[in-house]
């Protein structure tokens, strides 16, 4: 419950309702997805509340240090003798210990896995996820260019950050997305 009020606090209904008003001027329908169709607030809130799961399980990172790879000067170096199963092996190893061993995502990332291999979303939700976080960062900064992914990767940013503006997203979701009898009349 503390999460909910510290969530509302940071992001208040007023920031909703303001968020609600530049849905209503966007240019293209903000509950239609990639795929053509219109999916309900409740599933895209579904999608955010599974993000912030998959965030506190796996954890969060604001960017990914991708400037590491290249400092670390990892020796693809081969010589004429390898093989090339010894290649693919060398490379195979090098991609498990570089990036299989790193469970945390960031809130794009994030937001695609659940996406994709989650129950509770698809490529259409995170899709609208996505614009909907965008809707409420505009809200709360009065900036029409403001995007939930550049806020989300601010250096003063806080996996408690990410966690609240989520769960204000699926309380907008809730709130001013189209219900399933909506949703099943325009298809």
């Not at 090339?84 to 195979?92: G, N, P």
């Not at 989300?152 to 809730?174: C, K, M, P, V």
Request: aromatic content about 6%; overall charge negative; glycine content about 6%.
């Amino acid at each position: 419950m503390t999460t909910i009020t510290s969530a509302i606090a940071l992001f208040t209904d007023t920031t909703l309702a303001q968020a609600a008003k530049l849905m209503k001027d966007a240019y293209r329908p903000v509950w239609v997805g990639p795929s053509g169709e219109e999916s309900t607030g409740e599933a895209v809130a579904r999608h955010m509340e599974a993000t912030i799961a998959l965030l506190d399980k796996d954890g969060w990172i604001r960017t990914y240090d991708h400037s590491a790879d290249w400092s670390k000067g990892a020796d693809l170096t081969t010589d004429d003798s390898m093989t090339a199963e010894d290649m693919l092996r060398l490379l195979l190893r090098l991609v498990s210990d570089e990036v299989g061993n790193v469970p945390q995502r960031n809130l794009p990332t994030a937001l695609r896995h659940v996406g994709e291999a989650c129950e509770h979303g698809d490529t259409d939700t995170a899709h609208i996820a996505t614009t909907v976080l965008d809707l409420i960062i505009q809200a709360r900064t009065g900036s029409d260019t403001a995007r939930a992914t550049p806020w989300s990767e601010r250096q003063h940013r806080t996996h408690t950050d990410i966690a609240f503006l989520l769960t204000a997203g699926a309380r907008f979701a809730r709130a001013y997305g189209p219900s399933s009898a909506e949703t099943a009349a325009t298809t």
